[in-house]
């Protein structure tokens, strides 16, 4: 089993910036996938980011150059620094960790809010 504890949501203007953190902790295998996935209201939970324990990192297109996506392998922590944020960013989002084996554990998901 795996907890997954974000931090670092909040509200913002257009053009600031966020970091988001979400640590780790259980019992798992050191290769694994964290990413990042957020849901607005009356829409789907998408994908934003993911990266390996290797450091492979992969973005959506409307985030590219804008947000990165981190790991401390140390502390079982990833981390979302999100740039640039435009209203249309506003979602809650979702921590998720892929166990090798391929179980997804989420985690409670943190409200980002952009105001224009």
């Known amino acids: 089993q795996v907890q997954l504890v974000e931090s670092g949501g909040g509200l913002v203007q257009a053009g600031g910036s966020l970091r988001l953190s979400c640590a780790a902790s259980g019992i798992f295998s050191s290769f694994n996938t964290m990413a990042w996935h957020r849901q607005a209201p009356g829409k789907q939970r998408d994908l934003v980011a993911s990266i390996t324990t290797r450091g492979v990192a992969n973005y959506v297109d409307s985030v590219k150059g804008r947000f990165t996506i981190s790991r401390d392998n140390a502390k079982n922590t990833v981390y979302l620094q999100m740039n640039s944020l435009k209203p249309e960013d506003t979602a809650v989002y979702y921590c998720?960790?892929?166990?090798?084996?391929?179980?997804?554990?989420w985690g409670q998901g943190t409200q980002v809010t952009i105001s224009s």
């Open positions: 998720t960790f892929v166990a090798s084996g391929g179980s997804r554990y």
